[in-house]
């Protein structure tokens, strides 16, 4: 069987003729790269094969294709490839969303599943999240009082970069404080448009040698994002460090009030060592606080843009939220399992804009057939979840149109905002390297949206803007700045206002 019959492209180029007039074309191409992929599957059919540079790579937007490779062949299709942006920031694939499948993944995915993100953990951490709500709605009322526009991206990165903190570090603002949140939200935010480039020394190696180092320094910017990243992590180790001696506890004393920080210090490391090294800690620590910041709120600002650019959906959640929460309170965590056209528009969000437009990034272990086709190991694997969102085929012609009542249930049951085994929306993934913090990142999306549209009427200055930049994250081209309306207090409540 040929590689070359899947539908779509290959190209093969000859490396040392025209490197620089590939790497220049690459180049001008890396932007578009992602957007350019996202098309290919509909254009050329529900697999698709390229060759990229001396890579061999395959994308899909097919729900068949997908269920075969996060499915049924999940274990075959479960490693990473070693990006050169990736393996760098991961501390050489320490961590876990990068490292290739392996003993180290599964312990580390482990340590994560069991000690951060269980069930218990998570729900006893529902009053942080409240307080961290009640954060959101200060520093908006604060602003709206002020007649300032919102940032809506920074207002819910620090929302969501709290809440991780306090989950992973057992405390909110970081070292300084907020100045320093706003730091480390610019700094993750870096990380991930690092991790998103199509880097064309991952492609053509002697790019790497010849043409970065002089002509574009890409390298040496992932270096600096690396070091800095490392300086606050170094720190936060540091402070627990010193914290446990100052106390002089030992593990069973520290107990049940140990953040996940103190977990990884207590762990043991590899091949007998007593506890677990620096890098490898750190490099669990930037995963989880990476992953978790910049996807959710990438997530809640694509919903707030599509929510007021379309004023009567807006109004129509806000209807909802009244109807439920009443007037005289905020929203809380459990209110929002009887918000049901919320959680349309949530889900709605997710199929249309997934925060991961390509998952990430995976690898065949092993060579293998794939509806019919010859995959060679190590070969790339792209799942396309921005195009599987808006396929035709499984959404229908209006497919590109946000409407979240698609996913309201006749019965008026409750809507489920990701289905169990479901991959025609696939923000969280599937299979194996599926995301262990879906849970999670649907709660802080959901809570932040329902106090938001509860609390403030929201109006654009101008046409909203909704392009979209391609990368590991899904993000607005430009950032949403809208005007949030404040005015009375909620019954007894201290702080949020709402003029509505
Ligand atoms: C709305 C929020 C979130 C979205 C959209 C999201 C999305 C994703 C996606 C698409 C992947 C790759 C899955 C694949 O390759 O098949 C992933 C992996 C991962 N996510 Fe999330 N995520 C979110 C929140 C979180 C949170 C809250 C955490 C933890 C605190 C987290 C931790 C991770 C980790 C550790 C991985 C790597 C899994 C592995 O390779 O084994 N994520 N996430």
């Known amino acids: 069987m040929e590689t070359?019959?899947?539908?779509?492209?290959?190209?093969?180029?000859?490396?040392?003729?025209?490197?620089?007039?590939?790497?220049?074309?690459?180049?001008?191409?890396?932007?578009?790269?992602?957007?350019?992929?996202a098309y290919f599957s509909s254009s050329y059919g529900p697999l698709v094969?390229?060759?990229?540079?001396?890579?061999?790579?395959?994308?899909?937007?097919?729900?068949?294709?997908?269920?075969?490779?996060?499915?049924?062949?999940?274990d075959l299709f479960?490693?990473?490839?070693?990006?050169?942006?990736?393996?760098?920031?991961?501390?050489?694939?320490?961590?876990?969303?990068?490292?290739?499948?392996?003993?180290?993944?599964?312990?580390?995915?482990?340590?994560?599943?069991?000690h951060l993100l269980t069930t218990r953990r998570f729900e006893s951490f529902a009053g942080n999240r409240a307080l961290e709500a009640l954060h959101l709605m200060r520093d908006v009322r604060g602003k709206a009082c002020k007649g300032e526009m919102i940032d809506v991206s920074q207002v819910l990165g620090a929302f969501t970069m709290n809440n991780v903190a306090r989950m992973l570090l057992g405390r909110r603002?970081?070292?300084?404080?907020?100045?320093?949140?706003?730091?480390?939200?610019?700094?993750?935010?870096?990380?991930?448009?690092?991790?998103?480039?199509?880097?064309?020394?991952?492609?053509?190696?002697?790019?790497?040698w010849l043409v970065d180092p002089f002509f574009v320094g890409t390298e040496k910017k992932i270096r600096d994002v690396s070091r800095r990243l490392d300086e606050f992590l170094q720190r936060v180790i540091d402070e627990h460090r010193q914290a446990i001696e100052a106390k002089n506890l030992t593990d069973g004393e520290y107990g049940a009030n140990r953040d996940f920080v103190d977990v990884l210090l207590s762990m043991p490391g590899e091949e007998e060592e007593e506890r677990m090294d620096d890098r490898k800690m750190k490099a669990i620590m930037l995963d989880t606080f990476a992953a978790a910041t910049d996807t959710s709120a990438v997530a809640s600002e694509w919903a707030m843009a599509e929510a007021i650019k379309n004023p009567e959906l807006l109004q129509r959640a806000q209807e909802e939220l009244d109807r439920v929460v009443g007037r005289d309170r905020m929203v809380r965590e459990s209110d929002l399992g009887d918000l049901n056209y919320l959680r349309c528009i949530v889900r709605e969000t997710f199929r249309i804009h997934p925060p991961g437009p390509f998952l990430l990034p995976r690898e065949s272990m092993k060579a293998t057939e794939l509806m019919g086709y010859h995959i060679p190991a190590k070969t790339?694997?792209?799942?396309?979840?921005?195009?599987l969102g808006r396929n035709k085929s499984v959404w229908g012609d209006d497919a590109d149109e946000f409407r979240p009542e698609r996913h309201l249930p006749a019965d008026g049951e409750r809507v489920e905002v990701l289905r169990t085994g479901e991959l025609e929306i696939?923000?969280?993934?599937?299979?194996?390297?599926?995301?262990?913090?879906?849970?999670?990142?649907?709660?802080?999306v959901l809570l932040a949206l329902a106090n938001l549209f509860h609390g403030f009427d929201w109006e654009a200055p101008e046409e909203i803007d909704?392009?979209?930049?391609?990368?590991s994250a899904l993000r607005k081209a430009k950032p949403l700045r809208p005007a949030g309306h404040g005015g009375a207090t909620f019954g007894g409540f201290p702080v949020p206002v709402t003029g509505r």
């Open 78 to 114: 479960a490693s990473r490839p070693k990006l050169v942006s990736a393996f760098q920031l991961s501390y050489g694939g320490r961590d876990i969303a990068f490292a290739p499948m392996g003993p180290q993944w599964k312990r580390l995915r482990r340590t994560c599943v069991e």
């Open 173 to 208: 603002y970081l070292g300084a404080g907020p100045a320093e949140v706003d730091e480390l939200l610019n700094l993750t935010r870096e990380l991930f448009r690092l991790l998103g480039l199509v880097y064309p020394g991952d492609y053509l190696p002697l790019w790497r």
């Open 426 to 444: 696939l923000p969280f993934g599937a299979g194996k390297r599926k995301c262990p913090g879906a849970t999670m990142g649907t709660t802080m």
């Open 380 to 387: 790339r694997v792209f799942i396309n979840a921005h195009a």
């Open 49 to 74: 094969y390229l060759r990229l540079g001396a890579v061999d790579a395959i994308t899909t937007d097919d729900p068949a294709v997908v269920r075969e490779i996060l499915v049924r062949q999940d």
């Open 466 to 471: 909704m392009e979209e930049a391609f990368g």
């Open 4 to 37: 070359a019959n899947i539908g779509g492209i290959s190209f093969s180029i000859p490396l040392v003729l025209i490197l620089m007039l590939m790497a220049t074309l690459l180049l001008r191409a890396a932007e578009k790269r992602r957007r350019d992929l």
